[in-house]
């Protein structure tokens, strides 16, 4: 049973979508469906979604840039202002942007955020591929 404090943070279809075992679409509640929402909001393009063309990171810009400092710094950037934007439900602590070992057009996005209706802290790492992978 959902306290009210947590209804806010929503329940609903699973991202990706997913059959459960009973033959019925999958729903995520409330901390993972703020971990999903998440997921996806990196990755919208904008412009991708024609009713809500602001909607999604502009991450996308950024496929086939160099892997550089500079290039990290514009990801975690693009990241944060898509989650401000987007997720009213949490607070942005903090984004870092990593190589991933033996991976050099994979970028490794480490979202730290605290959930504003309770305070849980919860994190996401999102992969991003400068190029495509091969």
Not at 28 to 43: C, D, M, N, P, W
Request: hydrophobic letters at 40%; one cysteine or more.
């Amino acid at each position: 049973m959902a306290s009210a404090g947590r209804d806010f943070l929503g329940v609903g279809w699973k991202f990706p979508v997913q059959v459960d075992g009973r033959g019925r679409i999958a729903t995520a509640s409330y901390e993972q469906r703020v971990a999903e929402s998440i997921h996806l909001i990196l990755g919208t393009a904008r412009g991708e979604r024609v009713m809500l063309p602001e909607f999604g990171c502009g991450l996308h810009d950024l496929v086939f840039a160099p892997n550089t400092t500079t290039t990290r710094g514009r990801v975690a950037q693009a990241v944060r202002q898509a989650l401000v934007e987007r997720e009213p439900r949490i607070d942005v602590l903090s984004v870092q942007v990593d190589d991933a070992p033996g991976e050099p057009n994979l970028l490794l996005i480490r979202v730290d955020y605290r959930v504003r209706t309770n305070n849980a802290a919860g994190n996401v790492v999102y992969p991003f591929f400068l190029q495509e992978g091969g």
